[in-house]
């Protein structure tokens, strides 16, 4: 009995390194999965943060190539005092054309509180501003200030 357990155990015992070295190798094997798995999502991480870069220095190029593009080229045959006048001729189209707007639509408001106080004639001239602005006036004040007041802030913030 002792000698038939013995082979027993010497048979199973046989088995026990065998075993021990599958266990090992599929912990190994589950270990490099891991490591594989971590190297991709830093590989991605780089690709991320590669890409990231070149957003960057594209719209620094962008943002080089409008301020170059607005730039007068100074010319030899003409004065200085011209280059200078087109100079500020070219940078400031756009907030003529906002100061325009902002005429045409404060003579508009002008004509029509002027309107409302000549058709009521008992009526002051703040009262009739006051009839004369809508909601809608607010929502377009609320706009162009929202425009010209909040892009660079919003630049600063998601910038950091």
């Known amino acids: 009995m002792i000698v038939t357990i013995g082979a027993i155990i010497g048979f199973l015992g046989s088995f026990v390194p065998q075993l021990m070295k599958m266990w090992q190798d599929k912990k190994d094997k589950t270990h490099e999965l891991a490591v594989m798995a971590l190297q991709i999502q830093a590989q991605k991480?780089?690709?991320?943060?590669k890409l990231e870069e070149v957003k960057v220095v594209a719209e620094s190029a962008e943002m080089q190539a409008l301020y170059e593009s607005s730039k007068v080229a100074p010319s030899e045959h003409v004065?200085?005092?011209?280059?200078?006048?087109?100079?500020?001729?070219?940078g400031s189209v756009r907030p003529v054309i906002t100061y325009a707007f902002f005429g045409l639509y404060a003579s508009i408001?002008?004509?029509?509180?002027s309107s409302v106080a000549a058709f009521y004639s008992n009526i002051s001239w703040t009262t009739a501003l006051s009839k004369t602005w809508t909601e809608e006036d607010s929502a377009i004040f609320a706009t162009i200030m929202a425009f010209w007041f909040s892009g660079r802030i919003l630049q600063k913030f998601f910038k950091k």
Do not use: C, E, F, H
């Open 79 to 90: 004065w200085k005092w011209v280059n200078s006048v087109l100079a500020l001729l070219s």
């Open 109 to 113: 408001k002008y004509v029509q509180a």
């Open 45 to 49: 991480d780089i690709g991320t943060q």
